[in-house]
């Protein structure tokens, strides 16, 4: 049977898409993932329900170079023949792959969301260049729309042997990588939360291409999950009806057509309702007090985290005496909101998901401290947050209301970081890789070369096939800076080789010029004219540089 397949175009973080376990987790109130500000936040915390629907094995097609079509099982191998037949493991995880597909319902305010949950494997070598020494991790990535788009993707009318495609209109989207579990819910949660109350736009896109056929006696669902970043210019070209004949032109993922249309027309979109009847352990007293924090019945979520605090990890987990503490504001009790708010303070997580929440936790300390008349404490604790850096409007009007006559001398905290008792410590989180890879390439960027490096070592092992054309190329560049030319060539080396059509041209020319410089400087000058003439090849135009290169390579 003739395949006609799709290119699975994934950026970022979802280059390696999906992986782990099934979820079972029961929905639950999460510890929160980076609200702009714990008592704000609390108020219209998003409930999260259990799986909807799933999809755990679906056939996934890709058109080599070499012209021949290869599937494997819940994954998009590489175009290029040569690192499918490698035998490597980071090729045979493929472009991309998953364990489970999943969604579940999610509601905010009164409006209900859809979270396709993806989970894929994923992992990292210790010695890269040589591609050797693998470690295996598991990663899921999730993404948040509006209940009613998931209506959009298979149309009421549908045609057999046509292609649609839908826009998910993304309002939130996020990648964990060796997660703990029980973190799933609360990072999803917050990223939902802060995306809709700072009214944020989601950085990414989601698209879902599906193609409906019936060939051989089978009635088949091929489908494609594109994510792009969310600029027109990057998923309007996708959108284009004159483009409907390339989406599944060189790979895709092939299904039972009733078993994908089963999975996207469940029966939810429902109100998801609080948690409700008598709490029987820990967990469920933090559930329940936090459904009553939200409700609006401070006093009995008092009563519910005091006994939830008298257990682990509870009794260790700040966001059980920030949440408490902001009841007791609610009640009038500023004494209580206090003492709590100083345990909250002094357990800082060490998971960096929760960083902004306990910088929140310090300023409403400092709103504690104001409505007990100790004005001073309020502006230290407000300059404390700022300095420790969290960032927010309101902060920014406290403290020019309140304290131009108060002078700021430094923090002056006293915190212990509680890394294994919190529900939610141990997972890397995806804001972290981005946060790491982006201020390395500021870094570059700004001549701090060394600093630099290090950064970017440490994208690579937070996330090593996340975006690792950038992160080698960068790093590349970084080692010719520092004169080591031959770890750059290393380095520049498997950027070429991870290379694909994401790259670009402008970023694959760069890469051989710089790899023709380290060869150059190291006494190369064959290796280096060769690479400086793909450079070339590949649309090097820069004056400069050509003029370089024409008296080096006469």
């Known amino acids: 049977m003739k395949k ?16 782990q376990n099934q979820g079972n987790e029961n929905p639950l109130y999460p510890p929160p993932q980076n609200p702009a500000n714990v008592e704000r936040s609390m108020n219209n915390l998003p409930i999260l329900s259990e799986t909807r629907s799933m999809i755990e094995q679906a056939m996934g097609w890709t058109l080599q170079d070499d012209g021949k079509w290869i599937s494997q099982e819940n994954r998009i191998l590489y175009s290029k023949a040569e690192f499918n037949n490698s035998g490597k493991t980071f090729y045979k995880l493929g472009k991309e792959n998953f364990e489970i597909i999943e969604l579940r319902d999610l509601v905010f305010g009164n409006d209900n969301y859809v979270v396709m949950i993806i ?26 729309f509006k209940n009613e788009k998931l209506n959009e993707v298979i149309p009421e009318k549908m045609e057999f042997n046509k292609v649609y495609i839908t826009n998910m209109e993304l309002v939130s989207s996020g990648t964990m990588v060796n997660y703990d579990k029980s973190t799933i819910n609360s990072t999803i949660a917050y990223s939902i939360q802060k995306t809709l109350t700072e009214k944020t736009i989601a950085s990414h896109n989601l698209l879902i291409a ?3 056929v019936q060939t051989s006696g089978q009635t088949l669902m091929r489908f494609r999950l594109v994510q792009v970043m969310n600029k027109k210019k990057f998923y309007l070209p996708y959108l284009d009806p004159k483009n409907r004949d390339k989406l599944f032109r060189t790979s895709y993922y092939e299904i039972d057509f009733n078993t994908f249309r089963n999975f996207i027309h469940y029966s939810g979109g429902g109100i998801i309702q609080p948690f409700s009847g008598n709490p029987q352990n820990a967990d469920e007293y933090y559930k329940r007090g936090v459904s009553n924090y939200s409700s609006g019945n401070y006093y009995q979520c008092i009563t519910d985290l005091t ?3 008298k257990y682990s990890p509870y009794s260790d987990f700040f966001l059980t005496f920030a949440y408490r503490a902001n009841a007791r504001q609610k009640t009038g009790d500023y004494t209580g909101a206090l003492q709590d708010f100083d345990r909250a303070v002094s357990l800082r997580p060490a998971d960096q998901s929760y960083y902004n929440a306990w910088l929140t936790t310090i300023y409403n300390r400092g709103i504690a401290r104001k409505n007990l008349k100790d004005v001073n404490g309020a502006c230290q604790d407000w300059h404390t947050a700022v300095q420790m850096g969290l960032k927010d409007q309101e902060i920014e009007t406290a403290i020019k209301e309140n304290c131009k006559n108060f002078r700021f001398t430094g923090s002056t ?3 212990t970081t509680v890394s294994s008792a919190s529900p939610g410590t141990g997972s890397v989180n995806e804001n972290d890789y981005f946060k790491v890879y982006w201020d390395g390439v500021w870094k570059y960027e700004n001549g701090n070369y060394a600093e630099a490096l290090r950064a970017l070592n440490r994208a690579n092992e937070l996330k090593p096939q996340a975006n690792p054309f950038g992160v080698y190329s960068y790093r590349g560049q970084c080692k010719l800076k520092l004169n080591d030319y031959a770890g750059a060539i290393q380095d520049f080396d498997y950027a070429i080789a991870v290379a694909t059509s994401q790259a670009g041209d402008n970023n694959l020319r760069m890469v051989y010029y710089n790899r023709g410089l380290a060869n150059f400087f190291l006494g190369n000058t064959p290796t280096a004219c060769n690479d400086f003439q793909k450079a070339i090849n590949e649309g090097m135009n820069d004056p400069q540089s050509l003029s370089f290169i024409k008296q080096v390579c006469k």
Do not use: K
């Open 413 to 415: 905290l006293n915190y």
């Open 4 to 19: 006609i397949l799709v290119i699975l175009l994934f950026i970022g973080p979802w280059s390696i898409l999906y992986g």
């Open 119 to 144: 989970r894929f494997r994923t992992g990292y070598y210790e010695f890269p260049i040589l591609m050797e020494g693998w470690h295996n991790q598991q990663g899921l990535s999730f993404f948040v």
């Open 307 to 309: 006994m939830a605090a």
């Open 210 to 212: 599906i193609w409906p």
